[in-house]
């Protein structure tokens, strides 16, 4: 069984991180994974994101046409991913920032307000983990433990203290599913 | 084998030079492999190694030179435009026999081109981008571990024949996440370097480093010297892997990033019944052309992909010795192919669609 | 009657804030709305109190904004 | 109300690619000033670096050539050994000129080639991702240089103005800074004598701006006008190097 | 056509840059090259034309870049070292397509090796020692009266194609005297190059000369383009002379100095009974291999002579599709084979004492 | 009778390719001989150039590295770095150091490299046949500039110990002559200072100095000596430009 | 018909100047000829040497191996090029300054004192007009006139007075033949 | 009797003629014989002038003379 997932967003939004610890998680679940930035021209500003795949055997191409699943954190990633999710995949979409309807009828679609959960959890910097509980819950591709094990083990330092915060995220974006 | 970290492919390369021995980095940034330069800059300084940022490539891989000769692992990394720069310094190194790591993150050319994944370096890689007749050991993985294996292994086969290697890889590799653990190299044991100029005790006969030899007899006899030893690498340090080839109709041929997205599409094609099988030069000089010509002995169709107009297919070529049609296909500019039009690609020629 | 006047390219602006800090009169502000960009831009607060200084004009790296003056 | 304040017109009316705040579009709109107010637009060639200055041929209403990185002196003595009736500019940073290009400028001022020189300076490798440059002052941290510039490893940040007057042949040789009004005012009264040394005296100026990274140096674009006044320019003073004998 | 005069190769492709229209040179000096900057430094003054003696190389490319982009013919020389030196210049202009001529006298390698006569650049100027996918156009030429012949139409095909060229000669050529004349071009008009910049007046879209393009569809559409041209100068730009080949069993192929020993050997094997004959490549890229491969045709055998450890011999293979035995002679190091040393080889090969 | 001068035993006891009279084997003996006197012959490494010195790895009892022509900085800090207890100098021609390896040299002495430098000034490309260099004189005809050097086009000869005096790092720089036995023995001084500042300070130096090229300016040795007293003195001023600052 | 020539001597003798010479009586009695001179490592002083071919047709290769013609103006010359002459070629020695015999008894050796004999008309450098003199007699490359002919045209302004001497010169080593 | 002593290593002399120039005494001249290398090598003519004090080997570019003082 093969995961694929773009995990899209503006800068700042902390997509790279999301991916980051997906594949951390899946990692240290014994999987094979693999994650690429979006490395485009753009060299700031502007949107980002990144392909994380998880497997349970070698991964061939790192690069993803048609992904089993899309995280759009925003619209324009919306706009941009949208057509290319594998049919009977799963989008998500952060509805606090995505405006409009998603077009796509054969996929999934998981809406969180992972903006707004965030910023009710006192910090708008967490809408990614609330997004990312929302994607483990939906594609159920690592156990949430293993996400915050993961979580703990790569913050800095300094970040440490944030890990409550981040779990309870994570709890919050998962029960939104 | 250490635990297995996440790590980029540019940090896991510089992580892999220093677990084989590396002393001293001398660079210039350029993307996509600045993060390699900054990861070592971290690094070096708290192993007590030297972190030096040239003031240019040239200078690089000219302190490259310097150190190379007193007899210290050295490497330096660049990406396409940065590479060009360093080719009379390459001849030189090659020249004089010194051993060193080059890496090469290539990009999309030419002239400045973009900073996106290319493989159009092939031909300067593997032909000699520098005057003369020399031999880089080129390289090329196709996961940030092999990245790590083949760095180490570099660093190795430098010493071993006194000639500079060249890992190859791309900005899609050197950004890439994924799994990687390292050898415990904490026992292995150097070799000796009594060539080296390390100051003239007068125990041995004064070392001196160089390429000059005003005599054409013995510029002749050196160059018969340096073939010998291209012979001896040819003979024993070709590197390939094969991915389901034995029953395979058609077998692509790729490396690095490419070769991966290959495989996926071998997978879609098997799926629909095509059998398809990827062959993978590890070593890109010297050519695995014996295990692929293996290959030619049967009645198959070749494809060779590249992210180039179409350089390694020469020397697939050569190799099948013309027996075989090859097709190609490629992308420039920075453009990765999918697995789907690769797919494509195969589809199109299973269907005798297209000519070799 | 207001000595100056800017006219802001809005849709250019970077929302970098350097004009706001330079205005001797202190007059520009950044708006809560965002520009094409995704930019909160700057705009005047106070069009009466400008005095056509241009220094605003001056500083600013995008070229956003021009000055009239009587 | 006249206008007394708008968009020069060598400079194209289109959106840059720089950062926020970044005051390479201030030195822009300088050098687009000084073109039109010598009326030399359609006689006026710019060579672009390698740097964030990249595109920099986008930017202005002039034919432009794009030199491989270091190399735009080499390339803009090409145009105007070619063309020498042309006004011939390039635009450079600090990596690009101090470093890469090194021999470049300094045979490039010391041939005398009649061309104008704007030398950027924001003590960073901008584009690439905020490395060390020869310009990076002591102590400051960048990508390479995560412990802070260490003198004894890495040496003291380069003066360009400084040693380039000690070669005869360049006619001017200033330093500016654009990190206030009354600087940028400055600044272009130097840009625009620098354009007018190739006009008039057929002779090489170089105007060294120093210039601010605030997406490298991690500052607002405002702190990063402080950052400047406060570590910069007391490295690298302001004023004339080098002006033309007549003047002197 | 001129009277005949008695000059120095060197010395006649200035002249015939000259002729040419060349208004401007840079270089930087270097053995066996030398001759060519000290005549064009004494003659270009004379008659209004830009001298330019260059800091480096590297400079040297960069200001033929700046000229070029100007839309005036530019050339540049050097020889081994320095035309390694050049390889980021050139992979930017063939980008940028930029006209310009290059001529390289190489001399022995790898590094700084010798100031002797060789072929061992061969790779590094056909297959492109600069990163990316570009060519070079590069002729080769075998006498001081087709230096001059092919320097001229260097200067015409590079402009015709937006493309740099590049004249491979070696040391003995450039030291060389012959006679020459010069055709008289004083009524030949020069092409029109409305892509130049020479100031942008508003009456056509401003001129930008470059090889960025961050857009890597854009930068895969630009490279098509090139392709493209490449194709053109493939299908119409292959040159090459034959002698003796019609009835020979054995061909050799060479180019430059060494087709002319070769010719001497071929003499020589006739008078022996031995049919030899010689295919001579005077364009290396595109490689004349169409003329080539009818050669092949008939069962003959195939020596390629070089002086380098075998480079042409991948050319000469592919163009004969691995269809027959191709056997190489090569001498290195600044060693220039006899006459006498090839036909040697000719006559072990027709004793069957060699394998191919 | 004692001996009282005789070869350094650093200098090799064989016969050099340069032509009579050329002052380059002057310059060798005195390196030679200030290795000797500090004692390092057995922990020093020689980087020869490429220039007529190509072959001074012949002509001294060191290991030796030959450098690309103009590299021969970097490949010292090369060593240097690699091996910091030793002492390394480079030995370069004008041709070599400041046109083709201007970049090198001023990055190594900016970063202030512990090496010294022996730049051997001799107007002109000597080894490949009497070239124009960065440093031939207003006027002086080479054969690159048979009408003698035009310093409207071609600028004019660059001072390099002066350009690089302007930077912070080197600790040593100076200016000789070997055109008469007082000058001779004031270069030794120089040099030897020069090799004691990588010993004992750790700091980079380098001299400049002025040498003939008889075969090349086609003068005999001697005239040669004098031609560089009566022309090359008055513009490549002799003396200290930059000492230690514990000196000073 | 092909002629070859090697022309060898020290550095100051006008070795390469005979050839040009040579080259240039040749090239303008419609024949086609080369020059190469020896492009040693070594850059000055020493000896020196080129290579003249004078041919009917398109010329070859213009190395030899074996010259149809040696002239040796000093010793070391001799001992380097006497092994290659042709058999039945022609030696032409300078016996002012070579002491030894030659050894070669298969070639037509021809003894000229160039140097003595260019002493004798007051200048010593005229001895390479002596024995190219020697050599044009003995084998009749080409007539004394086109030599002649030659050097006015190739001499350069400043030296058009020492034609005379020069005529004289190869004269005296025609009828030393 | 002398007060200096110079021995050439005739061999190695170019025969430049430098040792000649600067010798305070004027005791050194070129040799009319030729050495190894073809050059005409510089010889004492009045060895009992010498003073030893090695001007002219420090001249010598090829470490040709060797000097003795009492
Ligand atoms: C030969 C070569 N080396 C390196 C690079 C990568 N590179 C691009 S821009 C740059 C530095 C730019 O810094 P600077 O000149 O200071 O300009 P800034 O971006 O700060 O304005 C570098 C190293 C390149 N493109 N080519
Ligand atoms: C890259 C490169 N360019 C050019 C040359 C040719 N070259 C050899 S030595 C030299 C100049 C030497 O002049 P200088 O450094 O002044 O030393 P000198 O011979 O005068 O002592 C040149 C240009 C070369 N070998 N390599
Ligand atoms: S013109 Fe002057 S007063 Fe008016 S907004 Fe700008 S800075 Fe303020
Ligand atoms: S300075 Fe310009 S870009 Fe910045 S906020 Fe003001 S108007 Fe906007
Ligand atoms: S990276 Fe720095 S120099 Fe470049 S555009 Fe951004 S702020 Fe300006
Ligand atoms: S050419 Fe000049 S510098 Fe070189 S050895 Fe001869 S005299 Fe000395
Ligand atoms: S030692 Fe002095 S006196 Fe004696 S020969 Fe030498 S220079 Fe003359
Ligand atoms: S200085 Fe030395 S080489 Fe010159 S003549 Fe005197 S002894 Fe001979
Ligand atoms: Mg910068
Ligand atoms: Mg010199």
Redesign the interface.
């Given at each position: 069984m093969q995961y694929e997932f773009i995990f899209a967003g503006?800068g700042g939004q902390g997509v790279l991180l999301m991916g980051?610890m997906l594949?951390?998680a899946a990692?240290d679940e014994g999987k094979?994974?693999?994650?690429?930035?979006s490395?485009?021209?753009e060299?700031?500003?502007g949107t980002a994101n990144c392909t994380v795949i998880v497997s349970e055997r070698d991964?061939?191409?790192?690069?993803v046409?048609?992904p089993s699943c899309v995280v759009a954190m925003n619209l324009p990633s919306l706009d941009k991913f949208e057509d290319v999710v594998k049919p009977g995949g799963v989008l998500v979409i952060n509805s606090s920032l995505v405006t409009r309807e998603p077009k796509r009828e054969d996929v999934t679609v998981v809406k969180v307000p992972a903006t707004d959960m965030a910023n009710e959890l006192g910090n708008v910097r967490v809408a990614n983990m609330v997004a990312l509980g929302a994607v483990i819950e939906a594609t159920k591709v690592v156990a949430p433990d293993s996400l915050v094990a993961a979580l703990k083990k790569n913050l800095p330092p300094h970040r440490q203290n944030l890990l409550p915060l981040n779990r309870e995220a994570i709890d919050k974006g998962r029960s939104s599913v | 084998m250490s635990e297995k970290l996440l790590m980029r492919g540019n940090e896991a390369l510089g992580e892999a030079a220093l677990k084989a021995g590396c002393q001293l980095y001398f660079a210039y940034p350029i993307t996509p492999q600045s993060e390699l330069p900054e990861y070592l800059s971290r690094r070096m300084p708290e192993i007590d190694r030297v972190f030096l940022q040239a003031e240019s490539e040239i200078a690089a891989i000219n302190m490259v030179y310097g150190a190379a000769g007193a007899g210290v692992r050295v490497m330096t990394s660049s990406s396409s435009p940065g590479i060009s720069l360093k080719q009379e310094g390459l001849s030189y190194i090659a020249g004089a026999q010194l051993p060193c790591v080059i890496v090469n993150m290539s990009r999309g050319g030419p002239g400045l081109g973009s900073i996106q994944p290319a493989q159009s370096d092939y031909f300067q890689a593997t032909k000699g981008g520098g005057h003369g007749d020399y031999h880089l050991i080129v390289l090329a993985p196709a996961s940030v571990q092999e990245i790590v294996d083949l760095t180490i292994l570099a660093f190795d086969l430098a010493d071993k024949y006194r000639n500079p290697v060249m890992i190859m890889g791309d900005g899609l590799l050197g950004q890439m996440m994924e799994p990687v653990s390292f050898p415990d190299r904490s026992d292995v044991v150097l070799p000796e370097k009594p060539w080296a100029t390390t100051g003239y005790t007068g125990e041995r006969p004064k070392n001196i480093i160089r390429s000059l030899e005003l005599q054409p007899e013995r510029l002749e006899a050196h160059n018969q010297k340096l073939q010998e030893k291209y012979a001896d690498m040819i003979a024993t340090q070709k590197r390939s892997d094969e991915y389901l080839t034995d029953d395979a109709d058609i077998v692509l041929i790729a490396f690095g990033t490419v070769a991966r997205i290959c495989r996926s599409a071998i997978d879609m094609a098997r799926e629909k019944g095509i059998k398809a099988g990827l062959f993978r030069p590890i070593s890109l000089w010297p050519f695995p052309d014996e295990s692929l010509a293996k290959l030619g002995d049967k009645e198959r169709t070749f494809l060779t992909v590249e992210m180039s107009c179409g350089q390694m297919i020469e020397d697939v070529k050569l190799a099948l010795e013309c027996r075989r049609p090859v097709h190609f296909y490629g992308r420039v500019g920075g453009i990765v192919p999918s697995p789907e039009e690769v797919l494509d690609k195969i589809e199109q020629i299973v269907a005798g669609r297209c000519e070799a | 009657m207001a000595r100056g006047k800017v006219v802001f390219n809005e849709d250019r602006c970077k929302g970098c804030e350097l004009c706001t800090t330079v205005c001797p009169t202190k007059i520009l502000v950044m708006s809560d709305k965002i520009n094409k960009l995704g930019y909160h831009p700057a705009v005047v607060s106070d069009p009466d109190k400008c005095t056509g200084c241009a220094i605003c004009a001056r500083i600013c790296p995008d070229c956003v904004i021009q000055v009239y003056r009587q | 109300m006249r206008l007394v304040f708008d968009r020069p017109q060598s400079l194209a009316d289109v959106q840059t690619h720089y950062c926020p705040g970044c005051t390479h579009g201030i030195i822009h709109r300088l050098i687009a000033e000084a073109i039109d107010e010598l009326d030399v637009a359609d006689r006026t060639i710019g060579v672009a670096p390698v740097g964030c200055a990249v595109l920099a041929y986008n930017y202005f209403n002039l034919d432009f050539q794009e030199a491989a990185h270091g190399r735009a002196p080499a390339v803009a003595t090409g145009i105007k050994r070619a063309l020498p009736d042309r006004v011939v500019f390039t635009y450079q940073g600090d990596g690009d000129l101090a470093s890469i290009g090194t021999a470049e400028i300094i045979h490039a001022a010391n041939r005398g080639e009649a061309i104008t020189v704007v030398y950027v300076n924001n003590t960073v490798y901008g584009m690439t991702g905020g490395q060390m440059a020869p310009t990076t002052l002591p102590g400051q941290k960048t990508t390479t240089s995560p412990y802070g510039r260490d003198t004894d490893l890495a040496g003291y940040p380069i003066r360009v103005a400084e040693m380039l007057s000690t070669l005869v042949a360049p006619q001017y040789i200033a330093r500016v800074a654009v990190n206030s009004a009354p600087n940028i005012q400055k600044a272009k009264r130097a840009i625009k004598k620098a354009f007018e040394i190739q006009v008039n005296d057929n002779g090489f100026a170089l105007v060294e701006v120093l210039s601010t990274c605030p997406t490298n140096w991690g500052l607002t674009p405002e702190k990063s006008l402080r950052w400047l006044e406060e570590n910069m320019i007391p490295y690298y003073p302001l004023g004339d190097f080098k002006v033309p004998k007549e003047v002197e």
């Open positions: 503006f980051q594949a951390h990692m094979k994974v693999s994650w690429i930035p490395y485009g021209p060299m700031r500003g991964i061939g191409s790192p690069v046409g048609s | - | - | -």
